[in-house]
């Protein structure tokens, strides 16, 4: 797993998106404090699948935008760059192979949160990528 998460940041490093959040993006959680915009990257499964001659892995991975701007315009830009860059991209995986990495679902949320001025409507996006890989 460490190999994949290893090419999914140098994959984002430097990119539009990495850009545009200025370089806060965080494995698992994002540390307390953290300054919005931010995106937080889970590994949500992953499950090996043999045939008789090969070794996959198929891992859901999520990639969570947050924002605490009005409106739809930041976490839809977080969103958009994300896509363009991820959807059907290609990896250097170190010991394993890329077959496929799709975008498979998007699902969007609101909450009310305590931020240092007052109250804000905090827009999480997650969306899910498929990311099936050959061991062989």
Request: proline share 2%; with cysteine; hydrophobic share 40%.
């Amino acid at each position: 797993m460490q190999a994949l998460l290893t090419a999914l940041y140098t994959k984002l490093s430097g990119s539009d998106l990495s850009n545009y959040v200025g370089g806060r993006i965080f494995t698992d959680e994002a540390p307390d404090g953290t300054d919005f915009p931010y995106v937080v990257i889970r590994i949500i499964s992953s499950v090996p699948d043999k045939t008789f001659t090969e070794v996959y892995e198929d891992t859901l991975l999520q990639l969570s935008y947050f924002s605490t701007s009005a409106g739809l315009a930041e976490v839809s830009t977080m969103q958009g760059y994300g896509k363009a860059l991820l959807d059907e991209c290609s990896l250097s995986i170190t010991g394993s192979t890329l077959v496929w990495m799709r975008r498979v679902n998007l699902v969007t949320m609101t909450d009310s949160i305590t931020v240092g001025t007052g109250q804000a409507i905090l827009r999480h996006w997650a969306e899910d990528y498929e990311i099936k890989t050959s061991l062989n």
